[in-house]
């Protein structure tokens, strides 16, 4: 009788991780590039300053 072995498949190996890791700083790159480019700074400006001058 054969006995099959139970290797443990479960989970990312290293070379995942690796990809996994470059790929979230890449993105946090271009989220960084979006979140500081001029329009969008200036839209956060504007809902910021809106939210604090509101009239409760």
Do not use: H, W
Not at 10 to 20: C, D, F, P
Not at 40 to 47: D, K
């Amino acid at each position: 009788m054969r006995r099959l072995s139970r290797s443990s498949d479960r989970g990312m190996t290293t070379s995942e991780y690796a990809v996994g890791t470059i790929a979230a700083c890449a993105f946090a790159a271009v989220l960084y590039k979006v979140v500081n480019s001029g329009p969008v700074m200036s839209a956060l400006q504007s809902m910021i300053e809106g939210a604090l001058d509101a009239q409760f």
